[in-house]
């Protein structure tokens, strides 16, 4: 414990020494072009020659955490879709929209990693934990449970939309807020309603009579003619 | 007076009925003669299906690397990222065919973890050094598809079916593009090679876009270089 507050303190004081010996980038230049001054190894390493301004340094974990969960949701929708594709479920229809949304939150995670590091960040692979789920559901709970991710990924937008508006606590950063909200909240604001749609007209398919396997049987085929 | 009760309960039984949804259909029961793959086979096809998750984690890490602002190797982000959707075509792929065989009617949600570990390595010294993890990688995928092939031909379970379709198919489909691709990582790291003491400073020179088309000319003719 005592080591580990004592590293910490290193690492704070090198953080200081860091941030007093960053130059502007220009000077930087003028130094390591100047033939006979004693140079560092590399002095563009602690200059401000990079893309970092403004907030990143104080979104940048929350960013890299919403990328994260884009991976992981891919995964799992990529798991949904598979359920539905085997032969005794045979919903080509489910299959189809778990994939795409699967395709998506894919590509949205390749396009906050070029996001991340267009401001200069990195994007950090940590461990992922996710609680080990069951994506084996049937019909009208696949859509349940998908609505839910797409509301807990709103939410994860809105956190950050919010700390980048606040002017006070030096998060600030309207290049990001813009970003999330004409990037994910506009498109997941879309999905949302997607799904809840979906869900209404279903469930008063399935509430009309016993036998429902025409009414899923008709509600799958309209997703795969979509 | 009683039967009056007796319709109101009634009435109550069945709008209580009626408000509730019937959300599950009864499977029929489907003769399973036709599903003959086996069952260490089976096993073999879906850890390559993780396996080809973990190939595609490596190299979005790779493009993630490239990307950055102090490392700037924009063509070599773009290739590594497509590399990464690349494999996880190849996991989608591989889900299909056992789909088609009649697989994957239970287990799925263990199919692909959610959680992973920590990627060992999310730093690469330079390009030819990303290539060069990226040609072992290939080797690794290549060889474990290679034990998948030979654990489905000749499974250890007293079976002794030989599965002559999904053997054809990882030959065809997969074997096939693993050797091209190899070849044309080998390619790439051999050019990068050969005008290494050049490319150090071209490279370094060639991240502005502009720049690119010279580059490309002096490639092109080897005695400019």
């Not at chain 1, 507050?5 to 200081?16: D, K, N, Q």
């Not at chain 2, 994957?104 to 060992?120: C, H, N, Q, R, W």
Request: charged share 25%.
């Amino acid at each position: 414990m005592k080591m580990n507050s004592s590293t910490l303190f290193v690492v704070c004081l090198l953080g200081i020494i860091a941030n007093v010996n960053a130059k502007e980038c220009r000077a930087t230049i003028q130094d390591a072009c100047r033939p006979y001054i004693n140079k560092q190894s590399n002095p563009l390493l602690e200059s401000t020659c990079n893309a970092r301004y403004g907030a990143i340094g104080h979104l940048e974990p929350d960013l890299v955490k919403y990328a994260t969960s884009h991976l992981v949701k891919s995964f799992e929708y990529l798991l949904m879709s598979t359920h539905f594709g085997n032969y005794d479920m045979n919903r080509e229809g489910f299959e189809k929209l778990f994939r795409g949304y699967s395709d998506s939150k894919w590509a949205d995670t390749i396009e906050l990693i070029k996001h991340i590091t267009k401001r200069g960040g990195k994007m950090n692979f940590s461990p992922i934990s996710t609680s080990a789920d069951n994506y084996e559901l049937y019909e009208i709970e696949s859509l349940a449970k998908a609505l839910d991710m797409e509301k807990s990924s709103m939410n994860d937008a809105y956190l950050i939309h919010e700390r980048a508006i606040r002017k006070i606590d030096s998060s600030h950063d309207p290049e990001i807020s813009h970003y999330i909200e004409e990037e994910f909240v506009e498109k997941e604001a879309g999905t949302i309603r997607e799904l809840t749609g979906y869900i209404t007209e279903l469930s008063q398919m399935l509430a009309e009579s016993e036998d429902n396997g025409l009414a899923l049987h008709f509600f799958d085929d309209y997703l795969k003619g979509l | 007076m009683k039967s009056i009760v007796a319709f109101a309960f009634l009435a109550v039984v069945i709008s209580a009925v009626s408000s509730e949804l019937h959300c599950t259909v009864k499977r029929p029961n489907i003769p399973n003669d036709w599903i003959d793959m086996v069952r260490p086979c089976v096993e073999e096809m879906k850890k390559q299906i993780q396996k080809e998750i973990n190939a595609s984690m490596k190299y979005l890490a790779m493009g993630a690397h490239f990307s950055r602002d102090t490392v700037n190797r924009p063509g070599f982000a773009k290739y590594f990222f497509e590399a990464a959707s690349e494999e996880r075509e190849h996991a989608i792929k591989l889900i299909k065919y056992l789909l088609m065989r009649g697989e994957l009617v239970s287990g799925v949600s263990k199919l692909i973890k959610t959680s992973f570990d920590a990627l060992p390595t999310t730093h690469w010294n330079n390009a030819v050094a990303a290539l060069e993890d990226a040609l072992k990688t290939e080797a690794e995928v290549t060889k474990s598809i290679r034990n998948v092939i030979s654990v489905c031909e000749e499974p250890n379970d007293n079976s002794r079916f030989n599965d002559y379709h999904l053997s054809d198919y990882l030959t065809g489909e997969f074997l096939e593009e693993q050797y091209k691709g190899q070849r044309d990582i080998a390619g790439k790291i051999s050019n990068s090679r050969n005008l290494w003491a050049t490319m150090v400073n071209l490279e370094n020179s060639c991240s502005i876009k502009n720049c690119c088309k010279q580059c490309k000319i002096k490639y092109s003719r080897p005695q400019f270089v």
